[in-house]
């Protein structure tokens, strides 16, 4: 790498050499951003995973709680069946087929 110094504050590199270093820093600067890409598709991948985990499990509960509500309700209208004055309301009717 040819150095030319016209001035003591600036240097100067030839047209050849500084395309040369152009393209290793571009490189270089590339190389790096695609790791740091990787990296943070790696870490939103895995907080992504685990909030996948989160509502699987909250679904399984609301799953479950809404079994138990239906298993209450149908329990409430079998109670109130045995009731003689709402037992004409709640009666099961046969369908038509």
């Not at 270093?21 to 990787?38: K, M, P, R, W, Y």
């Not at 209450?72 to 004409?88: A, G, H, Q, T």
């Amino acid at each position: 790498m040819k150095i030319i110094a016209k001035n003591p504050v600036a240097w100067y590199i030839s047209g050849m050499e500084l395309q040369i270093f152009a393209q290793t820093f571009f490189f270089l600067t590339a190389s790096v951003a695609i790791i740091v890409c990787g990296v943070l598709s790696a870490i939103v991948m895995y907080q992504l995973i685990f909030i996948m985990k989160h509502l699987e499990h909250i679904s399984d509960n609301l799953d479950d709680t809404a079994d138990d509500l239906k298993n209450r309700v149908k329990d409430m209208l079998d109670r109130l069946e045995e009731i003689p004055l709402l037992s004409y309301f709640f009666k099961k009717r046969k369908k038509r087929s």
